[in-house]
């Protein structure tokens, strides 16, 4: 039977046989397997932290801010609400963008546009960390703590920190990430094993980050 | 079993061969899509829609910019049914501990206003109007 013999079969069949395999159940390699199991246990972390926000805003007694008002900028002598996470949100659809781009020529073993691409995908990484830190600066020089907040409700404060700080630290881990990979790949090290998987593990990894920051922009920034 | 699809995956090299089919033009034309939702999620908050509308239009252009990014982006799309029920399976449970943590912070809210006497709608606070305090007291 071929593999796309297999394919053919429908799902259902397709979960028996996998899952009735003496071998493996899938097929895949292994590394991005396990990058998978790592991004659903991820999931799991920033899914308690937003559910927490959830809990602690549905309770608080005291009023919630206007978070587009706590994050607008004044540009050309004009108050624009919540443009700087805009921008923060463009930067990082941008960059993975690029990031999808570099998987794709790993395929074609096209290792200076690869390179290039994740170099890219870093940079907009790293100026999304920038923007980050600007952002904390801002609201840390209003007052915003922890356990403060003049806004409102303190709750703000708390989850503010928690939720950006460790979705900023995902950021700064990506671009590490990236930096190594891409590095690597412009070494030739790849070729030498004739496999490019890396690109493709790096880049769900990417791509997850993005995917966290659709939630937190929706639920933290939005609502 | 073929002895093809055992090599395959014990090498993973296979794999490639059918990934080189996705044409460049569909990940360009997923990475403007989601420029445009995410232009219409910025939309909603610069336009100023309010109550329903907004936790609408919010969760629509989410839901729509996750779905693309997971399908295209993350190549989800072109996997096999075992891995992607593996992937979107699990996460499912957490609806459950959603529902029972907003059940918990009504409760928690409604024991506030009941039992400390805490004020059931707090009038939002505008930032300007803190920022204009703080100028009154310096």
Known sequence: ??????????????????????????????????????????TFIFSCFLVGYMNVRMSATEPWPYPSEVF????????????????????????????????????????KKIAILMLITALFGLSFVGMQAFEWTKLISEGVR???????????GSIFF????????????????????????NRGDYDKKDNYEIVEITGLYWHFVDLVWVFIFAFFYLW | MSESIVENNVSGEADHADDQQHPIGVYLKVWILLFVLSGFSYMVDFLDFQG?????????????????????????????????TTILGPPTVILVLIG???SEGEYV???RIDYLGQPANAERIHVSDVHLEEEAEH
Request: proline residues 3%; hydrophobic residues 55%; glycine residues 6%.
């Open chain 2, 109 to 111: 809210k409604g024991t």
């Open chain 1, 146 to 156: 922890p356990w403060a907040n003049p806004f409102g409700a303190h709750q703000f």
């Open chain 1, 72 to 111: 607008a900028l004044e540009l050309f002598g004009q108050n624009i609400p919540l443009i700087l996470i805009a921008i923060m949100t463009f930067i990082l659809i941008t960059s993975s963008g690029t990031m999808a781009l570099a998987v794709r020529y790993a395929h074609f073993r096209d290792r």
């Open chain 1, 162 to 185: 928690m939720v950006t700080g460790f979705h900023g630290l995902h950021v700064s881990i990506g671009v590490i990430y990236l930096s190594i990979v891409a590095f690597k790949v």
């Open chain 1, 1 to 42: 039977m071929t593999e796309q013999a297999l394919n053919n079969q429908g799902h259902m069949q397709n979960i028996v046989d996998d899952w009735s395999n003496d071998k493996q159940a899938y097929h895949v390699p292994w590394g991005k397997l396990m990058m998978w199991i790592f991004l659903i246990s991820d």
């Open chain 2, 52 to 84: 329903m509308v907004r936790w609408t239009l919010i969760l629509i252009f989410m839901f729509l910019k996750a779905g693309f990014i997971i399908a295209i982006f993350m190549h989800v799309m072109w996997e096999r049914m075992t891995l992607i």
């Open chain 2, 100 to 102: 029972l943590m907003a």
